[in-house]
């Protein structure tokens, strides 16, 4: 049974884990999947029509937790203990549940101190007592005529909440605490850079955690102070752009090592080249640098190591690459083409929320039929989320799931002359 600390309005865990307001998805579930001997029987539950409509939820069965991802940023919002007989908690080290310790309303007001008069729910037969960032169900089944304002003696808690504000129904995720950030970088959002033609490259606002003195982090370190470093840290917003046709170096230098290389051993893609050489297997491989937490996958020319193609992930549940990759909150402005002109709106613009549908709205319907993409593993060729379709429009290729949301964005173009300058050459 999992022994765990009540934090309102931050967190819950115990002294080797914590699952913290604001947390990302991907976070959550390495620590499940780092705890796995333990913590047991996790489902993920999602609506697969409408994955945008519904939280996404991590189910801990075993242990009577849900974790309620927000469905867009995929931030832990709200943490929910449904089953109070499987977890032992506890409130600034003390326990206020436990098998020797029933959550009772007595209980509850010793633990928690006084609060705001509870508010009864008649339809759900519940007594919702509300703390800042954290709140407690009371069932009251056993009662005939509930009090207005006092929750009767004896009555034991059902449910916890822990969230950000006070009110959970109209919470949101928070921002990423700075624990989480652990030493990464990460994409507050990328615009698609392009011209009349198409995509030139990426703009990328990036966030990451930078210690604002040295010296004083330093001192607390030899003073025994570890935990204080915190407080001299500081979120740092950059921005860097990086094009076709830059070198890895211009790449390395713009974000950093990727956290994988990814050579390729084949592209299933080839048989639909114009290139009459399609089928001669080359010598060389191009080569990816994979970046799991930007959501941003960069492919570079093997002869001439410079960028030729961009992939943004939308890291959709349903996905077989699902959880691989976080989120990339992309932009895409787009050239519509009216009376003769290419005229830009600034309400044209794609983003990693819009459907296939009002894809085509805005581009018309591609001449050509879809490319049908079907993933599977070296070790097993089974895939249980069905094939996705991939079609091509302005030197973008959008991957379609079978609920009409988009998987995945391919960029390419032609490189940029070499003589052309950097908008921005401090970004690197």
């Known amino acids: 049974m999992l022994d765990l600390e009540v934090v309102p309005e931050r967190s819950l865990g115990n002294e080797q884990w914590e699952f913290a307001l604001g947390m990302p998805l991907a976070q959550a579930i390495s620590i499940l999947q780092k705890h796995c001997r333990i913590i047991k029987n996790v489902q993920v539950l999602y609506s697969e029509q409408m994955p945008l409509s519904h939280d996404l939820i991590l189910n801990l069965t075993q242990d009577g937790i849900k974790l309620l991802f927000d469905a867009c940023n995929q931030r832990l919002k709200v943490i929910e203990v449904y089953d109070l007989s499987k977890v032992k908690l506890k409130y600034c080290g003390v326990h206020f549940n436990s098998q020797a310790i029933a959550p009772t309303i007595e209980q509850i007001d010793q633990s928690f101190g006084a609060t705001h008069p509870g508010v009864y729910n008649a339809a759900e037969q519940l007594f919702h007592l509300n703390f800042r960032g954290l709140s407690f169900s009371f069932q009251l089944d056993s009662w005939s005529e509930a009090p207005k304002?006092?929750?009767?003696?004896?009555?034991?808690?059902?449910?916890?909440?822990?969230?950000?504000?006070?009110?959970?129904?109209?919470?949101?995720?928070?921002?990423?605490?700075?624990?989480?950030?652990?030493?990464?970088?990460?994409a507050e959002s990328v615009l698609v850079l392009r011209d009349g033609a198409g995509p030139l490259g990426l703009k990328l606002r990036l966030l990451t955690a930078v210690f604002s003195s040295w010296w004083a982090?330093?001192?607390?370190?030899?003073?025994?102070?570890?935990?204080?470093?915190?407080?001299?840290?500081?979120?740092?917003?950059?921005?860097?752009?990086?094009?076709?046709?830059?070198?890895?170096?211009?790449?390395?230098?713009?974000?950093?090592?990727?956290?994988?290389?990814?050579?390729?051993?084949?592209?299933?893609?080839?048989?639909?080249?114009?290139?009459?050489?399609?089928?001669?297997?080359?010598?060389?491989?191009?080569?990816?640098f994979n970046y799991y937490i930007l959501g941003v996958d960069i492919l570079f020319d093997s002869t001439t190591h410079l960028v030729k193609k961009f992939v943004l992930h939308t890291n959709y549940p349903g996905h077989y690459n699902f959880n691989i990759y976080h989120r990339c909150d992309f932009k895409i402005p787009l050239i519509i083409k009216k009376d003769g002109a290419d005229a830009q709106s600034e309400d044209c613009i794609l983003?990693?929320?819009?459907?296939?549908?009002?894809?085509?709205?805005?581009?018309?319907?591609?001449?050509?039929?879809?490319?049908?993409?079907?993933?599977?593993?070296?070790?097993?060729n089974t895939n249980p989320f069905g094939s996705t379709f991939c079609?091509?429009?302005?030197?973008?290729i959008f991957e379609v799931m079978q609920n009409n949301h988009i998987a995945s964005v391919t960029l390419y173009g032609a490189p940029r002359p070499s003589s052309l300058a950097r908008a921005d050459p401090s970004a690197h």
């Open 351 to 380: 983003t990693t929320y819009s459907k296939w549908d009002q894809i085509q709205e805005l581009l018309g319907h591609p001449m050509e039929k879809p490319v049908v993409l079907h993933r599977s593993s070296s070790a097993n």
């Open 149 to 186: 304002y006092e929750i009767p003696h004896g009555a034991t808690v059902r449910r916890m909440y822990i969230y950000s504000g006070n009110n959970l129904q109209e919470t949101k995720a928070p921002v990423m605490p700075l624990a989480c950030y652990l030493g990464n970088v990460y």
């Open 391 to 396: 079609f091509g429009l302005q030197r973008m």
């Open 217 to 288: 982090v330093t001192q607390k370190w030899i003073a025994g102070c570890g935990p204080g470093v915190l407080a001299d840290t500081k979120v740092r917003a950059v921005e860097r752009n990086i094009y076709f046709g830059d070198s890895c170096q211009d790449v390395l230098s713009a974000l950093g090592s990727p956290h994988k290389v990814f050579y390729k051993s084949e592209d299933k893609m080839k048989i639909h080249s114009p290139s009459p050489h399609k089928q001669v297997p080359s010598k060389c491989n191009d080569y990816f």
